[in-house]
Every structure is written in structure tokens, then in C-alpha cells.
């Protein structure tokens, strides 16, 4: 996983890893969501990646345009050998 930079200093990702068409986010409670391809979709996803990357908006993307319109699955930890 990799830090998010949090550019604005009041986000609640933590980190994330990218692979692929997909993205596992990680937020500052501990929940860790993989967003596919599948869903939220691949567009939505690659504009995650983006976020991600620049380490600014990503959490307000979430929030407003992927969390409640599609749900996800929640990674357990335990079960990743990377983490």
C-alpha cells in the first residue's frame, strides 16, 4: 500500500495500492474497500487511480460520487498477505 499524500490535509484515506483495473483504499478508521472494473466500473475507477495519485480529492470523489450510489467490498486484512 502507499501513502496517500493528502494534499489538503483533512482526508480520510490513508493509503491505497493500485492493480490494474482496481484500487484498494484504506481509510483512517481501518476499513479498506477494493473498487474494480466491475464496480464502481472502470471509468470511475481510473478516475480514483488519478486522485490517488495526485493525493488530493480522492476521498470527496468517494463520498459524493461512488459510496452511495455503489456498494463495495470490504478487504479484510487479515486475509491480505501484502498488509
Known amino acids: 500500500m502507499e501513502r496517500y ?5 483533512a482526508s480520510g484515506v490513508v493509503c491505497y495500492d493500485v492493480a490494474g483495473d482496481a ?3 484504506e ?10 472494473a466491475m464496480k464502481p466500473g472502470l471509468p470511475t475507477v481510473q478516475q ?14 468517494i463520498n459524493t460520487r461512488v459510496r452511495r ?13 501484502r498488509w
Open 48 to 61: 480514483m487511480q488519478q486522485l490517488a495519485r495526485a493525493g488530493r480529492g480522492l476521498n470527496s470523489f
Open 23 to 25: 484500487i484498494t483504499v
Open 27 to 36: 481509510f483512517k478508521d481501518g476499513s479498506a474497500y477494493l473498487y474494480n
Open 69 to 81: 450510489t455503489t456498494p463495495v467490498s470490504c478487504v479484510n486484512r487479515a486475509n491480505k498477505s
Open 5 to 9: 499524500r493528502n494534499l489538503s490535509g
